[in-house]
């Protein structure tokens, strides 16, 4: 059984667009993360969930908005697409806070033409 | 703010070679440091992490690393290089209450007969 899903795994779509990413994880953990990962293959976080509660918001566009329906579940939607949403992302989710170990999705490669 | 220097954007050895990826650390408080490998077009998985316990840690795939605070360094060794380490690899730390890891910008590494 895979631990942390994602789904999409690819998504290409146009400038302006709206697009949603889905992440689920079975593994019982009670917190969540999305963290981008650009071209460079730099990563960086942008949210944190912990029992369906936001704790860590980057300097992220408005244009991204994180939603937990359960702490099972967050998802990630992503208004008026732009060039340089561009990216990989990649959801995470760890047992509770630090130091816990954070177990990663397979990614979804969102491209905006 | 915390930040993580990976020395080496790309490191070439041959199988059987010693493997060392170099990892520094910013903080004046030692951070839980963690390594991750990347395979193409996969999500991160953790080779292995710190957390104040022992200084020399052993992680899966016959990798370790060795907490240094007075060089505020965290490198990843391997003794003998296999074709199958040929990945990414990335040098991640926490710090402070929030669950936030600030990963470095990744070390490629290949492997060559």
């Known amino acids: 059984d895979t631990a942390v899903s994602q789904t999409p795994k690819y998504l290409v779509t146009q400038m302006g667009n709206d697009k949603s990413i889905k992440c689920e994880q079975n593994l019982g953990h009670d917190t969540m993360y999305w963290y981008k990962q650009d071209s460079k293959k730099f990563l960086k976080i942008m949210f944190s969930?912990?029992?369906?509660?936001?704790?860590i918001n980057e300097t992220v566009p408005n244009r991204f908005s994180p939603k937990s329906p359960d702490k099972a579940h967050l998802n990630l939607h992503i208004n008026s697409l732009e060039l340089g949403d561009s990216a990989v992302y990649f959801c995470?989710?760890?047992?509770?806070?630090?130091?816990?170990?954070?177990?990663f999705g397979p990614g979804t490669r969102l491209t905006v033409t | 703010a915390q930040s993580v220097t990976q020395l080496g954007s790309h490191v070439s050895v041959s199988e059987g070679a010693l493997v060392l990826l170099r990892c520094n650390y910013s903080s004046s408080v030692p951070p839980y440091l963690f390594w991750y490998v990347q395979y193409p077009n996969q999500g991160l998985q953790l080779l292995l992490k710190?957390?104040?316990?022992?200084?020399l840690v052993k992680g899966i795939n016959g990798f370790e690393a060795e907490f240094k605070k007075s060089e505020t360094s965290f490198h990843l060794t391997k003794p003998s290089a296999h074709m199958s380490d040929a990945a990414e690899y990335f040098c991640a730390a926490m710090t402070g209450t929030a669950s936030k890891l600030t990963f470095g910008t990744g070390t490629r590494l290949q492997v060559t007969l």
């Open positions: 969930y912990n029992n369906k509660e936001l704790i």
């Open positions: 710190y957390t104040s316990a022992a200084t």
């Open positions: 995470a989710s760890s047992q509770d806070l630090i130091p816990y170990e954070q177990y």
